[in-house]
């Protein structure tokens, strides 16, 4: 079992910046490949950013390629996202999971999820 626990999210102008935490507890996290999602009300939830167990290669989907960066420190069992030059269409609950995998992209294919943060951003 791994849990996980998201911080850092708030209310942010458009063009501000929040960090993310993904604190992680249980098996070993450098185990786990770690992935950011997102849901917004009355959208399906959406992969936002994916990085591997090394934190050697990440992956992102255009909406956020170049404004979103995902990290992790596996001494700390912690994964990140910087969000920069943030918009309203980001505003959503967002979640990090862990999945036994190389990388993923698809919802299906994490194990285990936290429960999620608010990131609200005003126009």
């Known amino acids: 079992q791994v849990q996980l626990v998201e911080s850092g999210g708030g209310l942010v102008q458009a063009g501000g910046s929040l960090r993310l935490s993904c604190a992680a507890s249980?098996?070993?996290?450098?185990?786990?490949?770690m992935g950011w999602f997102r849901q917004a009300p009355g959208k399906e939830r959406e992969f936002v950013a994916a990085?591997?167990?090394?934190?050697?290669?990440?992956n992102y989907p255009n909406s956020v390629k170049g404004r979103f960066t995902i990290s992790r420190d596996n001494a700390k069992s912690t994964v990140y996202l910087q969000m920069n030059s943030l918009k309203p269409e980001d505003t959503a609950v967002y979640y990090c999971?862990?999945?036994?995998?190389?990388?993923?992209?698809?919802?299906?294919?994490?194990?285990?999820w936290g429960q999620g943060t608010q990131v609200t951003v005003s126009s």
């Open positions: 249980g098996r070993t996290f450098s185990s786990f490949a």
């Open positions: 999971a862990a999945a036994m995998k190389f990388i993923a992209t698809i919802r299906d294919d994490y194990d285990y």
């Open positions: 990085i591997t167990r090394s934190g050697g290669y990440t």
